[in-house]
């Protein structure tokens, strides 16, 4: 079955994006002129491995890549490490694939999405300090235990692998990952009610909002639950897009005092952040067509050792 993924190369795609014949959209490439999604751009556990060196976790905030690839560890997978660092340039794809949203469907490991998830906490627990308390609402959300029991799901996923009911307790972390996700969603929502919002705190809960929502996809995958997987991908991307919609341009400017560079800061977040939702109903439904399991593909993401990115047509051509 892994066999059977046609992934390809990004540098076959460099031409078609320098001529301007294909525009990116999240993880989705589109054929300018017809509008059509031509490929999926995926990230690999390569690259995961790579950014472990250096950890964000902004939405879409940048990394190093460049410097990173000359990680010993990693040159003789130089060249196509320099290949794939071209292309997210190009696609002007760097920030997001350094950062928590990732690239299509998560390729991140349990322990990785785990540090990532205690940066987050510890990141929410400077906020707490700076400002005196949380406001209320957040409280009330209790986004504190939400984290907590994320990082329990997380840790029952970890070594679901060794035991006898794996399928029991994976599903079980899917249903705590779904309900953390919502309770995360909701923390948002109220912040940005707040009539000054916190930008830190925005992009703390951003953050959150993506490793729940990555986990959750990658849990179903590893059930082989790709229908369902589909369904809450579909799910997870209206709630972000009503998200994002939910506010304004110029009433977040006011909110914010009038602070054009957080708020273009956030605009950025909060765009990738839908694409990036936006990206995986589409890859899991081309998965569905191929007839590809969802462990067989983690498998193969996770097992690539030369290309951090790789492309998966939208065609069988």
Known sequence: MIDTIPFRVPNEFLVEQA???????????KDVETGRIVAHVQETGMLQRILDVGLSVEPS???NILGLVQN???????NALQQSFQFLQSLQLVNIASS???????????????????????????????????????????????????????????????????????RSAEERLHYAFDR?????????????????LLKTLLSGLSLCGSAQIRALYALDEMDNARAAARSQ??????????????????KLQGNITQLDQLTVDFSELRYRFASVPDVTERLIDLGVDGPAYLARLEGESTHPILIL???DL
């Open 19 to 29: 001529l301007g014949t294909v525009k990116r959209y999240g993880a989705i490439l």
């Open 61 to 63: 905030g940048a990394s």
């Open 72 to 78: 010993a560890k990693i040159i003789n997978q130089l």
């Open 100 to 170: 928590v949203a990732g690239i299509g469907v998560s390729a991140a490991g349990t322990a990785l999405v785990l540090r990532r998830l205690n940066v987050v906490n510890q990141r929410l627990g400077r906020i707490e300090e700076t400002v005196g308390k949380l406001p209320q609402q957040i409280r009330d959300l209790d986004i504190r235990k939400t984290l907590t029991e994320v990082k329990t799901a997380l840790e029952r996923l970890a070594g679901s692998a060794q035991r006898r009911d794996a399928d029991d307790v994976t």
């Open 184 to 200: 995360l969603m909701a923390g948002t929502e109220e912040t940005l009610k707040d009539e000054e919002p916190s930008p830190e």
């Open 237 to 254: 991307y209206q709630k972000v897009h009503t998200l994002s919609m939910s506010m304004p341009y110029d009433i977040l400017l006011e």
């Open 313 to 315: 047509p939208a065609d």
